[in-house]
């Protein structure tokens, strides 16, 4: 049996991006229109044990705590990466050294 490629993050976002616009008869520039762009910070965190962090109490609480920070303005993502040994801490925010704060304070729980 061969094995079939699955399609990446980027072209499943792109399809659900076309059928939105498909599906709401109005354009891409419209619908983006009202996406608040806000400071992303991405940190990639070693010498974690990534098998543990499903369990990881204390650092589920650490982000439920900043996501609550957030009150709707932003977002929160920590993960493992799929491709290198680490577990990356993404979180937006309304400024760049409120996105920053947030994401060595989790940086610094997982370690």
């Avoid at 520039?29 to 991405?42: I, M, N, S």
């Avoid at 920070?69 to 680490?86: C, N």
């Avoid at 979180?91 to 989790?106: C, F, G, I, K």
Wanted: charge should be positive.
């Amino acid at each position: 049996m061969t094995a079939r490629p699955s399609p990446g993050d980027g072209v499943l976002t792109g399809l659900a991006v076309a059928d939105l616009v498909a599906r709401s008869g109005r354009s891409l520039a419209d619908l983006a229109g009202v996406r608040e762009r806000l400071p992303q910070v991405l940190l990639n965190v070693a010498g974690v044990d990534r098998a543990r962090l499903d369990g990881a109490a204390a650092v589920w609480g650490a982000v439920a705590q900043v996501e609550a920070g957030r009150a709707g303005r932003g977002r929160v993502l920590l993960r493992p990466s799929g491709t290198a040994p680490v577990v990356r801490v993404m979180v937006e925010a309304p400024t760049a050294e409120a996105s920053r704060a947030a994401a060595e304070q989790l940086a610094a729980e997982e370690r």
